[in-house]
């Protein structure tokens, strides 16, 4: 079974920096590309990063660019999404998903929060 | 970016009945469309993917149709388990893009 666990939401404050990860287990990681997708309380979705399985960076949508920063280490099965000068509007939970046919994403992780306030 | 548009934004239907969503993208986007699933405080979940194609575990009462712009995911025979929010998505250009989503209440 595949599992996604997403760690590291929290209420930061704005222009501080975060961290999130995600432990992937029951597929061999290695082998599929690695999405975070976020999502506003009551809101859409949206993508924000995506990285290949030999660590080539997709890309990021134009809201994060330059600010947040996808890694992967598939020795240990881990997806990192590296968050610097935050903003309100990067409140939302945010989501580790596992790439799949044609692009879709076909499995997801439970999500993390991540609150930014002062 | 590619803008999909889905509508309507929620609808209410009740049990047994069969009810159609419209998901449109502002410009061709062949077959690459994916529909997700999602309940209240839950992560979304793949229902279909490449437009047609049922992901695995997914109910026959669940079907789909289109290609290019235009697409609709259709739900016979509604079960409680059915009402939920349903986002399409396109994954024909980078970056992948999403619908604003169509709430289903009873």
């Known amino acids: 079974e595949v599992q996604l666990v997403e760690s590291g939401g929290a209420l930061a404050q704005p222009g501080g920096s975060l961290t999130l990860s995600c432990t992937a287990s029951g597929f061999t990681f290695e082998d599929y590309v690695m999405h975070w997708v976020r999502q506003v309380p009551g809101k859409g979705l949206e993508w924000v990063s995506g990285?290949?399985?030999?660590?080539?960076?997709?890309g990021s949508a134009e809201s994060v660019k330059g600010r947040f920063t996808i890694a992967r280490d598939n020795a240990k099965n881990s997806l990192s999404l590296y968050m610097d000068s935050l903003r309100d509007d990067d409140t939302a939970t945010y989501y580790c998903?596992?790439?799949?046919?044609?692009?879709?994403?076909?499995?997801w992780g439970q999500g993390t929060l991540v609150t930014i306030s002062s | 970016d590619i803008q999909m548009t889905q509508s309507p934004s929620s609808l209410s239907a009740s049990v047994g009945d069969r009810v159609t969503i419209t998901c449109r993208a502002n410009?061709?986007?062949?077959?690459?469309l994916n529909w997700y699933q999602q309940k209240p405080g839950k992560a979304p979940k793949l229902l279909i993917y490449?437009?047609?194609t049922l992901q695995s575990g997914v109910p026959s009462r669940f079907s789909c149709a289109g290609s290019g712009t235009d697409f609709t995911l259709t739900i016979n025979n509604l079960q409680p388990e059915d009402f939920a929010t349903y986002h399409c998505?396109?994954?024909?250009?980078?970056?992948?893009?999403f619908g604003q989503g169509t709430k289903l209440a009873i």
């Open positions: 490449a437009a047609h």
């Open positions: 990285m290949t399985r030999d660590y080539a960076i997709i």
């Open positions: 998903v596992k790439g799949g046919y044609g692009g879709c994403f076909d499995h």
């Open positions: 410009q061709s986007i062949n077959t690459y």
């Open positions: 998505q396109q994954s024909y250009i980078r970056p992948p893009t």
